[in-house]
């Protein structure tokens, strides 16, 4: 009879009983709504054994990459190991490794770790100042084959406090609290021949330009069409992604204004046509809202549509 340790307690599952059920008959604190896979309230994270296939057929490949199971969903094949889904509570202290002006909106910084950081492009983490705990998201736009750097992109924002001493105050060497990753907006070279549709809004692009990176160095063959939303004078890196998709028959990098009605009239005019194609959206919430529907409308299936919001 298999068992399922959880939170540091062992519990013995009867033949056929799902790994919720066994869990809650046991007195277990576990999170559960629907009980049917739908509401995902009770999702986990197998870190020891084998995730049993019947508890990750409504997830993203994604999710199911990193172990994620529906446990209300699936039996035990054997002695299982699970975990709560959320960000690692592991906490890394970084230090600023380099800053670099990417235009006037925005700032590369690039910051050191002091162990092996295992993350995908694409995914974000939770940077917090040491002197008063304040905390903010940032996705990553650095690979993890660039040993201990890690690379994001600020904002420049008028009445970002964060933002002012990430951009402005932090000095080479000064340390920066991290913990992380999370998401699960990356790439997986599954399906090297889909195409896939990017979108960046704002400083969102430094998650795409990680999965595109990601994408390239796999050797996805598939069509690649980019699209950065920002305003006049803000689509930062965009001699180096013209020149990149110059060298690259298959990838088509547009610019595009920064508003939701602006995106999706850039991205219909484009490609009115996103059946079978595979999107990542990365930015504010409101844009990533509209392009989630505005892809959908187009033709990609929900389930291909990865995204990270965060900011205002």
Known sequence: MPSITFEGHRYPANPGETILDALLRHGALMPSKCKTGSCRTCMVRVVAGTPPPAGQKSLKDTQAARGFILPCACAPLDDITLAHVHVADHEVTLTVAGRHELGPGAV?????????????????VNLVRPFDGRVRSYCLASAPDEHDLLEIHVAR?????????????L???????????????????NDIRRPLL???????????????????????????????????GAHYLGGE????????PRLTYTPCGAEPADMAQAVKAHRPDLAGWRAYLCGAPAGVKAMQKTAFLAGAAMAD????????
């Open 157 to 169: 924002t008028p009445n970002g406090d964060m933002s002012r001493w990430l951009c402005d105050d």
């Open 171 to 189: 000095r080479e060497g000064e340390p920066v609290g991290c913990y992380g990753p999370a998401g699960d907006c990356f790439y997986l070279p």
């Open 305 to 312: 549509i990865y995204q990270v919001a965060f900011g205002g």
């Open 198 to 232: 990017m979108v960046g809004i704002g400083t969102g692009l430094a998650g795409i330009h990680g999965i595109l990176q990601d994408a390239l160095n796999h050797g996805h063959q598939g069509p690649i069409h980019l699209f950065h939303a920002a305003e006049p």
């Open 241 to 248: 992604l013209l020149a990149l998709a110059g060298r690259l």
């Open 108 to 124: 590369r910084l690039v910051l050191r770790s002091p162990e092996p950081f295992r993350y995908r492009p694409g995914q974000y």
